[in-house]
């Protein structure tokens, strides 16, 4: 069965940077687009990264120029390095495979 576990969330300042993975299995995880989503309190679930087969990525306008996400075929696995993040970034983040799969989600906190 399909499985996507997101780690690396957590706690940070304003200004700072954290690493998100997400382990993907069940599928053959080059063949499909991945992307990452995030929902703060009240809010609805939102873009924020896409990455595509064929390494093409895009972006929510939010965050362009701050995150970064890639992916890596051999380790069945794609990231999201978010730099000089903002109160703003905080929610849960998700992993997502264009099957329509999620994972359970990581929190991450961007005090001011």
């Known amino acids: 069965q399909v499985q996507l576990v997101e780690s690396g969330g957590g706690l940070v300042q304003a200004g700072g940077s954290l690493r998100l993975s997400c382990a993907a299995s069940?599928?053959?995880?080059?063949?499909?687009?991945m992307g990452w989503y995030r929902q703060a309190s009240g809010k609805q679930r939102e873009l924020v990264a896409t990455i595509a087969t064929s390494g093409r990525t895009n972006y929510a306008d939010s965050v362009k120029g701050r995150f970064t996400i890639s992916r890596d075929n051999a380790k069945n696995t794609v990231y999201l390095q978010m730099n000089s993040l903002k109160p703003e970034d905080t929610a849960v983040y998700y992993c997502n495979v264009d099957l329509g799969y999620w994972g359970q989600g990581t929190q991450v906190t961007v005090s001011s």
């Open positions: 069940g599928f053959v995880f080059s063949f499909r687009g």
